[in-house]
């Protein structure tokens, strides 16, 4: 019912910056929460960010101060400004919804959803 598309991923150097943009599309009645999470090889996915639709944010504590989340409702886009980008920080980077509201027959069920993932690489 709902489609990710991610964009804005790359190669940069050390202290650079780059800004992620998901766009979401399809069939849904609201989506709460938007985020992201990035997975390195051999690692777990991590959060980065995370925005509700009343625009309440959550980060994580490596990214705090480096990395702002916002999101424009009427365009269902949520961003990532990454700057200070460290070598560290290169991952996959997965754009997430989360209790995204669908109509299925004649009820309302929730459901999360992922992206395809933008790879983000940081030089030293």
């Known amino acids: 019912q709902l489609q990710l598309v991610e964009s804005g991923g790359g190669l940069v150097q050390a202290g650079g910056s780059l800004r992620l943009s998901c766009a979401a599309s399809g069939s849904f009645i609201k989506i709460n929460t938007m985020g992201w999470y990035r997975q390195a090889p051999g690692k777990q996915r991590e959060l980065v960010a995370k925005?509700?639709?009343?625009?309440?944010?959550n980060y994580a504590d490596f990214v705090k101060g480096r990395f702002t989340i916002s999101r424009d409702n009427a365009k269902n886009t949520v961003y990532l400004q990454m700057n200070s980008l460290q070598p560290e920080d290169t991952s996959v980077y997965y754009c997430?919804?989360?209790?995204?509201?669908?109509?299925?027959?004649?009820?309302?069920?929730?459901?999360?959803?992922w992206g395809q993932g933008t790879q983000v690489t940081v030089s030293s």
């Open positions: 997430n919804a989360d209790h995204v509201r669908v109509l299925i027959g004649a009820m309302f069920k929730d459901y999360g959803y």
């Open positions: 925005i509700t639709d009343d625009g309440s944010t």
